[in-house]
């Protein structure tokens, strides 16, 4: 079964019960084969609770369909393969759409299983490939880009030679050293799903095993336990990214631009870059009001008119946590600094709870409005029923009504000091799977997450307040004005590598964020690095 439309060709093998897919010249000529015997795998409990696996091999029956859609991408065709009667006695469907639209050098396809509402599901992968073949003739400068899910715990991209076995999240690149030929897989809708480009490589060039799927769950997502089940009947996975390009770098840029038509990024910042003064850097929590009076006074008097500001002649004082003031001093530090043409930021953690390690769990964090108590136990995540614990603090369900109302409070207290930008730390604990949360619909970590940063982001923009992610996962991005890039750069040479990673590998995320963070600047030095070299300095700045 053959679906020819545009730079693409779509074969579906009947006697291998496989996908071929084909990049085609202007002419209608074979360029390349980007994707070979991929045989789309789809894994739920049934009815009874009973864990299955279909492929494209399980079905007895296919048929084609062809429909018209017109969605954010514009107006294209939908080809739908539907795979029916399978052999393991479940009354399931097995359908995937290819969406292939005019004018677009890449194509998208998702998976469903379809079956009784009890069904539950939490892998789909629309590309899986176990069969060998060649992607690219055989070279030492080939390659495949891993992107990380966070930038937590000095993860890092990497530009892995094509042997092996390498898993990217939510994107990944798999190109020709020489010609930058690529191929670029990954999701669009990062709503429900973890998403992972996951492949066992040799020969430089050849591919044993290739997955694009939804339901990633590994320590590098943060994860403990499996990826949340998806509920019935229909459960489809996201929207995956297929493109081929002359030059993967213009494929990755192509990627970010077509995620933004699906969720567009946050621009509501109009007062520049932000610029200035982090108070981690370097004094940490050996900061107070008097400290931080004489640098606000020394960037005025000093700095400013020398031209260290940002396009409008603004600069930003980010206060972190640790900062060592009163609620009074931070209003009257606000205030000088409105003189001065200063802005000033503040520190927080909307998903951590900072109880130590053995908290009363009957502690009261709260009180509903019909009289019920919230107790830290009703609002921590659990995982194999324990609370989870990462980065020195445990995780807050972001769809419970307390973490909500905390963040609210704090959002519209800080605005009413004058506080204008709000550093944003250790998000991902609101993106690790739990075994259930409060909202009942929810069952994965990223609806969790969507549902509680589409609420705080509702907040900021109440205030026209900047929201800067730091610890935080890539996607989804849409809640941030701007993300660090990699996080905790200080100021010796290997943390300047470590920041330029992150550049090499994920320039193309501007397009994701209003702005992208490069870290604070540490210059003076910090921790064991009090005695950076003046090259180390020009390095990092």
Known sequence: IVVADGMWKITYMESEKAFRINVLNEGGAARKCVVNHSVSVARYDNAEGVAREVTTASFADVARAEEAVDNEFGA???????????????????????????????????LSV????????NYLAPVSVDANYTLYMSDDGNRMLKVPFDNDGFGRYGKYKMSGEVISYEVSALYEGKSREGLVLGSVDHNLWKSAVSANLSNNGSVNELRVYSG??????RDAIPHGKVKGPVVTSA???????????VGMETFADANNLVAPRTETWTYGTPFGWQSWGVLESKNSYATDVEISDYYHDVLTPAGFCNSQGNIIFSLDAGDGMSNVEHLNFINQCKKKNQMVGCYSTPFSMWSGENPNWDDVLGTASDGTKWTRWDVVLKANGKP????????MDPTHPYTKSAMANFIRTQYSYGFKYIKMDFVNCGIIQADSYYNPEVTTAVAAY????DY???QMDKYGMFAAFSIAPLFPYQYANSRRIACDTWGAIEQTEFSMNAISGGWWTDRLFQYNDPDHLVLVGNKDQLNNTIGENRARY
């Open 239 to 249: 929207r995956m990214f297929v493109g081929y390009f002359d030059d993967w770098r």
């Open 76 to 110: 294209g065709k939908c080809y739908t393969f539907t795979f029916s009667r399978p052999d393991n006695g479940d009354e399931v469907t097995m359908k995937q759409r290819f969406y292939i639209y005019p004018g677009l050098d890449y194509m998208l396809t998702d």
């Open 456 to 458: 705080i982001r509702r």
């Open 216 to 221: 990633v769950s590994t320590s590098e997502t």
């Open 388 to 395: 989870i614990w990462y980065d020195g603090a445990y995780c």
């Open 114 to 121: 379809e079956g009784d509402a009890a069904i539950r599901s």
């Open 450 to 453: 969507s549902e509680g940063m």
